[in-house]
């Protein structure tokens, strides 16, 4: 086998430390949605990989659907992320932010004062939101977005990757996946719109092609990625007919805007819908920037996806999570700490900054 998992890579302006990126995933420590000393020792045990992205971080007051998760659209988010970003470097790694606007995967419970659940269309998402307050409770209908809140939270999207950047980071990964407010607006279920950002996917794709185009404008397009999940169904949103036509299209456009990479996402080791290798060669073809591959990867898959060219970088999730030191364990072959699912989104360090390197 080669190795080309442990080689550097050049990202634009940037260059890895190797080809593995950390996964970005919510781990909702962030007490007060400001980051802390707890999460800079969680990410700075992990610099060795080449880029970590962040849990998703929200843009907007009313995209922190969830419990403890962090923002970046205030002054004092801001700078609490900064030493992050510090620890980061200091370590080896590059970071991207990724920026998670949960729209109608929320509740009232979880926002701050004056904040609201908003989405592309008042279609509330089956099943229910895990609050501090109240525990469970259904999700809530969403209010459907105005003219002024789309244009407003493109604004916040833009403002929120000024302050990544001047918090340190190397970039933001715009969160189109996973049934948060990007994907709503693309997924024919949750966008019943019938104005411009509604109806052929020509509109559909119009939200996050705007927010990308502005993000880029704002940065510079070597440093904005983003995040698609085709076929995914994950936050209730269904499969149906033209989704290959349709994330063919919305790639095709992306490509075009030229952000710097797209990462795809396959959740099919936790029991989603299989993304067909057909789609992922698709989106290979039509993106010519970076691609970065995720979902279920150990070391000699990673390294065999990269020999063939199926992608540029891998991302890898849960045994990140677990294992602070994951890419010398996996250039020395060594056995892996196993993670505790029932501590992934409590708070405090007891399944976080305790998994224990070599
Ligand atoms: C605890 C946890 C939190 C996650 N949070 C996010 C998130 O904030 N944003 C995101 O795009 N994906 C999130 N994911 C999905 C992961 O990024 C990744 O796609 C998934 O874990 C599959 O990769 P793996 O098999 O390497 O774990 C999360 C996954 C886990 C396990």
Redesign the pocket.
Known sequence: MGDILHTPYRLGGIELQNHLVM?????NRAIGNIPNDLMVAYYGQRASAGLIVT??TSPSPNGLGYPRIPGIFSEAQTQAWAPIADAVHAGGAKIFM?L?HTGRIGHALNLPAGARVLAPSAVAAAGEMYTDAEGPQPHPVPTAMSAADIEDAKQEYVQAARNAIAAGFDGIEL?A??GYLLEQFIRPNTNLRTDAYGGAIENRARFVLEVAAATCDAIGRDRVGI?LSPFGVFNDMPLYDAMEADYAYLTEKLDALGLMYLHI?D?S??GAPVVPDGMKATMRRLFRRTLIL????DAARAEQDLAAGKGDLI?????F?ANPDLPARWKASAPLNEADFDT??TPGEKGYTDYPAR
């Open positions: 996964s970005p995933m919510t781990r849990e998703g990724q998670m969160h996946a996973n995040r996402v959740h080791s936790m995720s979902g279920g990867y991302a890898v999730g849960r045994p999570l992934f989104y």
